[in-house]
């Protein structure tokens, strides 16, 4: 029999790291033990395609455990997420260590699964199949008095039916599945009475929660929210990732309604071409992703803006990418992530033959890269002096300077917050009011104000 240890590596999205950390405290309720990558008997790998890099870091990984786990006796691998689902069974045929291939509808099923194969040695499991309905999943919450993080994220959806040109995340996702209302609110409910402060709704295409018809009680995304943030004792709701196209005047308004919903909204634009955003699939324009811009800032004025962008998409010009750069300056985005093009199997722009060069999209990354850090500096400095709210997460790597202790949280922007307190009197989950003291490159400074 395997041993009862298991180690987890985890790429890609917020919604991989939820899964993970639900299949962690899963495990964990099942008797099994956490322990180091050379010392565990299941190491899962729960895993990311949406760009080639992220993907072969996969097979990488698996070459490393091969070696890592060759003094661990019945040691074996479990592949999960998005390469698991867009590979299947080939990775039996090309790794001999992996015994379970499970996607991220099969996931509720993965401990039981991970249980068998610690008795039967000779087996292996495919659970790649996608479900008809949301695949929903015990809470593996711990018993009460236990606690979890106090930013917590809740899935209220599965899958993408957008499919545009270069992403793969419908194919590895499948199609969008709700999940039902009383299933989230119950998962809310039972995380703020855990320690939960700050919950983060989670889905590839959020706003059009409800919108497939998969789930038997969903409301509207705005009245999911107005229903979530009403819950007793969350002090602060987020939701990501948005999709402009579906971005409705009512969801915009409840920026402006309620109070815990915080004042910051990641929304991909991807480009800032008419015409790339036509090629992409994107289906809207410059035009309204501007109006959008207006009608948030309208219902909330302090709301402030990230995004992702993709450069080189096949066929961008130069004068084309020139447009991206306009439009992220012309938006003011406080952060974004941005990313080279990269060619996805099946996907409609893995088709397209115009592809730009690879030193060309660095060029030009490097270049978007430079004027986003322009504009973040900008958006940090700026805040020096205003005072906010900082949710507390943990003590912070920079330990005490003799004065107290050196403590790291956020404010409802989401920017990281430094502050130091006296010895022994913080505590993670708490809500201080802080003034902001300084700007460092990526994080504030900042010091706790008498409440
Ligand atoms: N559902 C979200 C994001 C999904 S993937 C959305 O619609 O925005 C996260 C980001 O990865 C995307 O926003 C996009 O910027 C980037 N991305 C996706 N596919 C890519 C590809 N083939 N090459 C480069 N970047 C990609
Ligand atoms: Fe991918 Fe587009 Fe769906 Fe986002 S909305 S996951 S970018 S297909
Ligand atoms: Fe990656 Fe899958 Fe998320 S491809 S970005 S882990 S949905």
Redesign the pocket.
Known sequence: MAQRTFHILTFGCQMNVNDSAWLSRSLQQRGFTETTLDKAGVIILNTCSVRDKPEQKVYAALGRIKYETRHTPGAFAVVAGCVAQQIGSGFFDRFAQVRLVVGGDGLAMAPDAIERLCHERNLRLNLTDFSEVYPERDPALPASGGSIPPVAYVNIMQG?????A??I??FT?GRQKSRDASAILDECRALIANGAKEITLLG??VNAYGLDGHATNAPSFAELLRQVAALPGLARLRFV?P?PKDLSPEVIAMFGELPNLCPRLHL?L?AGSDRVLARMG?KYDMARFLHLVDALRAARPDIALSTDLIVGFPGETEEQFQETLDAVRRVNFMSSFSFCYSDRPGTAASRILDKVPHAEKLHRLERLQAVQEELSAQWLSQKVGCQTELLLEGTSRRQDTGNGESWQGRDPWGDTVNVVLPSGTGAVGQLLPVRITGARKHSLIGEVLQS
């Open positions: 993408c039916d957008n499919f545009c270069y992403c995340v419908p996702r590839q295409n990732t999709h991909p991807q994107r």
